[in-house]
């Protein structure tokens, strides 16, 4: 098993930024990618970044490209998610997820709320 721990969320203004880390334990040594996801009130969950456990490859959706910059300190065995230039549209609950090589992201932790007032 897997568990995920996230901190960071906030309340911030409109071009401010935000840290979220997210805190991995049990058998880590199984993680392949790692992950942010967010989900809005009403809306479905969205993908909003992705890195390799290697830390060699990383992606990221249209929408946050340029403002978000998602890292991993393996030594730590967590992966953080740098959130600049905020904007109200960013507001959503905030969630990391982590993989096995030849799964889906079965791990999953409780969340964290972030909020961009205008």
């Known amino acids: 098993q897997i568990q995920l721990v996230e901190s960071g969320g906030g309340l911030v203004q409109a071009g401010g930024s935000l840290r979220l880390s997210c805190a991995a334990s049990?058998?880590?040594?199984?993680?392949?990618?790692m992950a942010w996801f967010r989900q809005a009130p009403g809306k479905e969950r969205e993908f909003v970044a992705d890195i390799s456990w290697s830390g060699s490859s990383t992606s990221y959706t249209d929408s946050v490209k340029g403002r978000f910059t998602i890292s991993r300190d393996n030594s730590e065995n967590t992966v953080y998610l740098q959130m600049n230039r905020l904007k109200p549209e960013d507001t959503a609950a905030y969630h990391c997820?982590?993989?096995?090589?030849?799964?889906?992201?079965?791990?999953w932790g409780q969340g964290t709320q972030v909020s961009v007032s205008s």
């Open positions: 049990g058998r880590t040594f199984d993680i392949y990618k």
């Open positions: 997820a982590a993989r096995v090589r030849l799964g889906t992201y079965a791990y």
